[in-house]
């Protein structure tokens, strides 16, 4: 397990357009939200609103980054590496997490980059804040490393990666991600895969509070149902992932 690791980590860092994509993108959707607009500056719980796009942000490329390396096994069963590894001892559940350690140890790139930025621009909080919410996103991100595998093998196509891209894009609309939401899309969005991961990160800078953008009142996030999103999801796609690695090597 642990050369399999290894493997497919250099080979997640083989591709500098992919992982520009990954990095650059989030990078400057921060700077264009997070410090080149006025309200930046504005104080929220432990921190500024520069800190709570930042965080965001490394969310958002972290979840591309796992999702992209977990959505390569689309191309890896198509080129007969999944018959070859179902010759190996090694068991469906260990493909399945060594795949989402791969996608996480590729996710601290983003956020180790944005927070870079964040640090030498306007993100402002409490220090332990900083730590903190870098460790949640990442520990986070590896829930969509199962969702890039899930929908890798549920694809036959090299187009698989783009589309779990493309629904990660969706994903951070309807999930409170790239602009806060309110009144009936916010109810909905607690339903989605990127709310609970995003609102967790979030927490030790807000405090589990948040602002209706159509009341401006102050909304209370419980942490029951934070987890309850982000432990929901978490089952739903492991257990789809695995499901889907064992079908996959049956018809092979």
């Not at 500056?41 to 500024?48: E, M």
């Not at 949640?136 to 490393?145: D, E, I, P, Q």
């Not at 990660?168 to 909905?188: E, K, R």
């Not at 927490?203 to 029951?224: C, S």
Request: avoid cysteine; hydrophobic fraction near 55%; aromatic fraction near 12%.
């Amino acid at each position: 397990m642990g050369t399999y690791f290894a493997l497919e980590l250099k080979r997640a860092l083989r591709d500098p357009s992919a992982l520009m994509f990954t990095i650059g993108i989030p990078a400057f959707m921060y700077y264009i939200f997070g410090v080149s607009m006025e309200w930046g500056a504005y104080d929220i719980g432990n921190g500024n609103v520069s800190m709570y796009v930042m965080i965001n942000m490394a969310a958002y490329g972290a979840v591309t980054a796992t999702t992209s390396v977990g959505g390569l096994a689309a191309v890896e069963r198509m080129q007969g590496w999944g018959r070859q590894l179902g010759l190996t001892p090694m068991p469906d559940s260990r493909f399945v997490i060594t795949k989402a350690l791969v996608g996480t140890a590729v996710a601290a790139l983003p956020i180790a980059l944005i927070y870079l930025i964040g640090y030498f621009t306007d993100a402002q909080a409490i220090w332990w804040v900083w730590p903190a919410s870098a460790g949640l996103v990442l520990l986070g991100a590896m829930l969509f490393s199962l969702y890039g595998l899930m929908v890798g093998f549920l694809f036959r196509s090299e187009n698989a990666v783009g589309i779990a891209s493309g629904m990660v894009v969706i994903f951070g609309f309807l999930g409170n991600v790239f602009m806060p939401l309110s009144g009936a899309m916010l109810t909905f969005s607690k339903f989605t895969p990127l709310y609970g991961l995003a609102a967790l990160a979030r927490r030790p800078l807000t405090e589990g509070n948040d602002i209706d953008q159509t009341t401006g009142e102050l909304i209370v996030q419980p942490l029951w149902q934070i987890l309850a999103n982000v432990g929901g999801w978490l089952l739903i796609f492991g257990v789809a992932a695995i499901v889907l690695v064992r079908r996959s090597r049956e018809r092979q």
